[in-house]
């Protein structure tokens, strides 16, 4: 709230940082590395053995989610459609989706791999549902237009594989080395600590972009405050639906409740630093865009936290009830 208010309220003082290129991007390759740096995947063999869980959570998250909140963008207009739709587009969180899989009793691995392919494909994946999704508000070619009009979906592909997947393939690598992997293990809290610094930062340049914004635009022209009420009801919407639809059907499809856990978590959350990233790089024209990916952001963490909590008291109440036999399909979670 402090960064938010800071942004809006010295935008004209600090006008000329979301210009600054190498700043901009500095601070995403940094932060997308420092995220990637401590992550160990660790055993991944059961995931990979039954890949339907993490496959059906990828379909979620870059096919059903896109969807979704493209339907819903159409009750809203301006620079919050598009900011849903660029929202959805981006990529699985880093760690929370695997954490809050974990709180939950699921199965995290799947979670994780859901994390590694929707970030590695990004680059390719995301482009193309933006081009759908807000080609008709923003013009989007295919290949460099001469004329400097529109946005290049070549460029967009390429800066989103340097700014985005090779950090986080070096942030792999780097744990190659033992001593590197051992030493970012070790100060996994520290590291995130900084990242998390870094995305405030990112949210720093997309206020001051808002708050320019909103002191050229006519009184009548400006957004209310049930217009940002609204903004956030449809967000949460196209969450939480996309979270009891991916719980739904995994159970239709009598997956183990772990797997159906982890379909719910990671199918429903994005990660928050490459939709600034894009927003700030590509869509400077509609900086009130990066409003729906923070509200995206802060209600994905409140909600999950409730809905981990309900799978977990469900599987307390499951447990503490002695002689009941456990379904194949929904066996009690490892509350260990």
């Given amino acids: 709230m402090v960064v938010v208010s800071v942004g809006f309220a010295f935008s004209e003082p600090l006008r000329e940082l979301p210009n600054m290129a190498v700043l901009r991007n500095g601070i995403v390759v940094t932060v997308l590395f420092l995220m990637a740096f401590p992550l ?10 039954r890949p339907a869980p993490a496959l059906l959570a990828t379909g979620m ?25 660029l929202m959805a587009a981006i990529p699985c969180t880093l760690a929370s989706a695997a954490v809050w899989t974990r709180r939950a009793g699921g199965n995290d691995s799947a979670a994780l791999v859901v994390t590694i392919v929707t970030n590695s494909l990004c680059f390719l994946v995301t482009p193309f549902w933006l081009l759908w999704t807000t080609g008709s508000e923003i013009t989007i070619t295919i290949w460099p237009d001469p004329a400097g009009k529109g946005l290049s979906l070549a460029d967009m592909v390429s800066k989103l594989f340097v700014l985005v997947v090779l950090p986080m393939a070096l942030g792999q690598l780097a744990r190659l080395v033992p001593k590197a992997g051992d030493w970012a293990t070790r100060h996994k809290f520290s590291l995130s600590i900084v990242a998390q610094i870094g995305i405030l930062a990112m949210v720093l340049l997309g206020c001051i ?44 499809l009598s997956f183990r409740r772990p797997d159906e856990i982890a379909v719910a ?6 990660t928050l630093m490459i939709g600034l990233a894009i927003a700030t790089e590509f869509y400077t024209a509609n900086p009130l865009a990066i409003l729906p990916m923070v509200a995206y952001h802060v209600g994905q963490l409140f909600v999950d936290t409730a809905v981990a909590d309900r799978y977990l008291r469900a599987s307390h109440k499951a447990n503490s009830q002695p002689g009941e036999k456990t379904s194949e399909n929904h066996p009690p979670a490892n509350l260990s």
Avoid: E, Y
């Fill in 209 to 252: 972009s808002c708050g320019l914004k909103l002191r050229s635009l006519p009184t009548d022209q400006m957004p209310t405050l049930f217009s940002f009420a609204a903004m956030i009801v449809l967000v949460l919407t196209v969450h939480f639906s996309t979270l009891l639809l991916g719980a739904g059907i995994a159970r239709r």
């Fill in 40 to 49: 160990a995947f660790g055993d991944l063999h059961n995931a990979v053995r």
């Fill in 61 to 85: 998250n870059f096919g059903v989610l896109p969807l979704i909140a493209w339907a819903i963008s159409l009750l809203a207009a301006g620079d919050f459609a598009i900011g849903i739709n």
């Fill in 265 to 270: 978590f990671a199918g429903s959350q994005k």
